[in-house]
């Protein structure tokens, strides 16, 4: 390959060393999950025993148990099922300066997100977490890709993630995306594989930011792609397309176009290394697109390795419209199951989608999907859950995360010694209920493609929105066709309301009994998910690179935004 980065065989023999020692670790640890569990369990609490939540729950009673059993039976008797809200005025005590409320001493860091309510969720990550999870679990995850692709780090990296600092706490302490904290502290040697530096992740409008990106990422040859929402693959197919003269012309003659938002300094601070004058490489991507056409990753990044990204639960939609996209070699490495709030494992396998769940690292507790709505639901241990069968995680972090319910579906699939995998299914506020129907987003995805294959008529993007005041669903879809009319896109909705009550005898008594009433169409313009991404990024605040979104809601912001979209 030409153009490899310096010194790549030594990030090879970093990863090999570091990344060993962890799978080993955590190899070791699986072969007993209920001491590792126990063990993680009471280092957690015995850390916080002096914290404001610890000393009110009784940590230091609960970690006098003598054996795993008790310690995990005093632990739910002293601790209650936990969501964001009932950690909020902990959180808040923290933000504003209090030492020791949920853990010793003060956060590194807060990673934010949207919550239930309309103030976002402020998750602390303390400095021990980031170090033994966070960095611990990616070494793994670089050096499990780096096995099934041993020239992954050979070449450039594309990577794109959210912002490391995006603001603060009252106290100071920064807020920002966990991911971005990750990219910017990674070793030196690693850093030489960016094609981007860090501070173009500080171009503060969003297509402003994607264009200087994708232009660095490029203008070079890529080995590997790192982003977590394949959503982000499919823009950044379309606006190399919808851009190319103007990228060519920037790769040509070393500059970004004026038409992007992109201040002096961080211009400075690309020009200084990652972004010269290349007119060769401006004459090869002309030529490719005079004989392709449409030109696609394949074609500008022939070298590609590996490209990591979700293609778990809704997902998978995105996934499923770029894999052909790349290159046959290429291979798609799961990003594995990861909230804001935990890294609960590792994908160790390329082409799969299973997380092994690291009990070592992450007390986690199981409540069968059957039991959602217990008060009292029967938790499962890690070690004690079944292959095929569903559950809601409850995680107990050394960030100040205590039995927090992660209202996330997943999958057993499998196991590692007595450590499950998991595959994530849907967030369970992914199922809508206007009159008692439980209507599931799986469902409805799964109806959306039953009813392409009845019709004929391909469906890229779809939403589903819950009226509570029309007591009816509005089912919002672009076609591939954009030529198709609303009256035949009505009558792909009357096939998927058919489909959907065979899916769902609930949903069909509802519908019979005209509690239900039929859903009604409309019909979106091309990139509709696109442009719905853009608007919320820019104006609501949302971060890009974790974006993602259930397919049926009942949100009634979001179903105005999605009004704003519809064809006229």
Same mark, same amino acid.
């Given at each position: 390959m030409k153009g490899k980065v310096k010194g790549w065989w030594l990030i090879r023999l970093a990863l090999t060393i570091v990344g060993r020692k962890g799978f080993r670790e955590m190899t070791r640890a699986s072969k007993n999950g209920k001491e590792a569990l126990a063990k993680n369990l009471r280092q957690t609490l015995t850390l916080s025993k002096d914290t404001v939540y610890g000393k009110e729950h009784h940590f230091g009673e609960i970690i006098k148990a003598k054996t795993p059993d008790e310690l995990f039976e005093l632990y739910r008797k002293n601790v209650h099922i936990n969501d964001y809200e009932d950690l909020r005025a902990y959180v808040d005590r923290h933000k504003n300066g209090e030492?020791?409320?949920?853990?010793?001493?003060?956060?590194?860091?807060?990673?934010?997100?949207?919550?239930?309510?309309?103030?976002?969720?402020?998750?602390?990550?303390?400095?021990?977490?980031?170090?033994?999870v966070y960095r611990t679990m990616n070494q793994i995850w670089f050096y499990a890709m780096?096995?099934?692709?041993?020239?992954?780090?050979?070449?450039?990296?594309?990577?794109?993630?959210?912002? %490391?600092?995006?603001?603060?706490?009252?106290?100071?302490?920064?807020?920002g995306s966990i991911s971005g904290v990750i990219q910017r502290d990674v070793p030196i040697f690693m850093k030489e594989t960016y094609s981007a530096p860090h501070d173009a992740f500080y171009v503060n409008d969003y297509k402003s930011r994607y264009y200087t990106l994708i232009l660095l990422g490029l203008a070079k040859?890529?080995?590997?792609?790192?982003? %977590?929402?394949?959503?982000?693959?499919?823009?950044?197919?379309?606006?190399?397309?919808?851009?190319?003269?103007?990228?060519?012309?920037d790769i040509e003659h070393g500059t970004?176009?004026?038409?992007?938002?992109?201040?002096?300094?961080?211009?400075?601070?690309?020009?200084?290394?990652?972004?010269?004058?290349?007119?060769?490489?401006?004459?090869?991507?002309?030529?490719?697109?005079?004989?392709?056409?449409?030109?696609?990753?394949?074609?500008?990044?022939?070298?590609?390795?590996?490209?990591?990204?979700?293609?778990?639960?809704?997902?998978k939609i995105y996934y499923d419209r770029i894999r052909d996209s790349y290159p046959a070699q290429c291979l798609f490495h799961e990003f594995g199951y990861i909230s804001t709030e935990c890294k609960a494992g590792v994908v160790i396998k390329s082409n799969c989608r299973e997380t092994v769940v690291f009990g070592h690292k992450n007390y986690i507790e199981f409540i069968h999907e059957s039991e959602i709505d217990n008060p009292a639901p029967r938790i499962y241990q890690a070690y004690e859950v079944e292959e095929g069968k569903r559950y809601i995680l409850l995680v107990t972090t050394c960030s100040g995360l205590y039995r927090y319910n992660t209202n996330d579906l997943v999958l057993i699939t499998g196991f590692v010694n007595d450590f499950p995998c998991i595959e994530f299914i849907q967030k369970v506020n992914g199922t809508v209920s206007l009159t008692g129907e439980k209507l599931h987003e799986q469902q409805f995805i799964e109806a959306v493609r039953e009813t392409e294959k009845k019709t004929g008529k391909i469906a890229p993007f779809f939403v589903g929105?819950?009226?509570?005041?029309?007591?009816?669903?509005?089912?919002?879809?672009?076609?591939?066709?954009?030529?198709?009319?609303?009256?035949?896109?009505?009558?792909?909705?009357?096939?998927?309301?058919?489909?959907?009550?065979?899916?769902?005898?609930?949903?069909?008594?509802?519908?019979?009994?005209?509690?239900?009433?039929?859903?009604?169409?409309?019909?979106?313009?091309?990139?509709?998910?696109?442009?719905?991404?853009?608007?919320?990024v820019n104006q609501k605040g949302y971060r890009e690179a974790q974006f993602k979104f259930n397919l049926l809601m009942q949100d009634e912001m979001r179903h105005a935004l999605f009004k704003e979209l519809v064809k006229k």
């Open positions: 030492p020791s409320v949920l853990i010793p001493g003060r956060p590194k860091m807060y990673s934010t997100t949207s919550g239930t309510t309309k103030e976002p969720k402020w998750i602390p990550v303390s400095d021990m977490y980031y170090k033994q780096m096995k099934s692709r041993p020239h992954c780090y050979s070449l450039r990296s594309l990577s794109i993630v959210g912002k %490391a600092i995006e603001g603060a706490a009252p106290d100071g302490t920064m807020s040859d890529i080995s590997i792609i790192i982003t %977590a929402n394949p959503s982000t693959l499919v823009e950044l197919q379309n606006n190399v397309n919808e851009n190319f003269e103007t990228y060519c012309d970004i176009n004026k038409k992007f938002d992109v201040s002096e300094e961080i211009l400075t601070a690309v020009k200084r290394k990652h972004l010269k004058p290349n007119p060769k490489r401006a004459a090869e991507l002309r030529k490719m697109k005079a004989k392709y056409g449409t030109i696609l990753p394949k074609h500008y990044w022939p070298n590609l390795q590996i490209v990591t990204c979700w293609f778990s639960g809704n997902t929105f819950a009226d509570p005041v029309k007591s009816r669903y509005k089912f919002y879809l672009e076609f591939a066709d954009q030529q198709i009319s609303i009256t035949e896109a009505e009558e792909f909705t009357k096939y998927l309301d058919n489909c959907l009550m065979e899916y769902n005898t609930e949903y069909r008594d509802k519908r019979v009994s005209n509690r239900l009433k039929e859903p009604e169409t409309a019909l979106l313009g091309p990139e509709a998910y696109e442009r719905f991404k853009e608007i919320c």
